[in-house]
């Protein structure tokens, strides 16, 4: 029976730490660019993939906001991310995320990717860090840190708490804190 890598919209997970197929056997049907972040089928895995050697392979999947690019390998779906990280270190992320410097979790170019944890991964996400509080009208900035959320203080204006909210998360996030334009 001929598994090939179409996307399957009722796959129940794709767990980030299942194993993933040993590197030699990656290696004999795939090559990765990491340049363009495109995974290539280099060797037939069914009749039906002869017209897809030689060219990028993978299916987006996952919910309707955070699409992704898959591939099916001996039926089960694989985050191309991963397959990635696998091809160019040698090493299985494991329980590790191979998580996007950019949130696009389309971009699968080499200089995108890095390992995180599942809390490095959130601070990666979009967030403002303040609100208007309503019984005082002063903003307050909080950040949430190993799942602790911290008030870092509160300020008089808008601005004030925007740039304490962005030296918050540089210091309490380093390296993956949100700080460009989206973000604020």
Not at 15 to 27: G, I, Q, T, Y
Not at 54 to 63: D, E, R, T
Not at 88 to 97: H, I, K, V
Not at 140 to 157: E, Q
Request: glycine share 6%.
């Amino acid at each position: 029976m001929c598994v090939c890598y179409n996307f399957d919209t009722r796959i129940k997970s794709m767990v980030a730490s299942m194993p993933l197929p040993k590197l030699k056997e990656l290696k004999e049907y795939y090559k990765y660019l990491p340049d363009t972040g495109d995974l290539i089928l280099i060797k037939s895995r069914c009749k039906a993939d002869k017209q897809k050697l030689n060219k990028p392979i993978g299916s987006l999947g996952g919910p309707e906001r955070r699409k992704t690019w898959v591939v099916k390998h001996k039926g089960r779906n694989y985050y191309i991310s991963r397959i990635a990280w696998l091809l160019m270190t040698g090493e299985d992320p494991g329980a590790s995320l191979v998580e996007h410097r950019n949130r696009d979790p389309k971009d699968n170019r080499w200089t995108n990717l890095r390992l995180a944890t599942g809390a490095e991964n959130n601070y990666n996400k979009i967030f403002v860090g303040y609100s208007q509080r309503k019984d005082t009208g002063l903003y307050r900035v909080r950040v949430t840190l190993d799942g602790k959320r911290i008030t870092v203080g509160n300020f008089k204006t808008e601005e004030e708490a925007k740039k304490a909210a962005r030296d918050a998360q540089r210091l309490f996030y380093r390296e993956f804190a949100c700080l460009d334009l989206e973000c604020f």
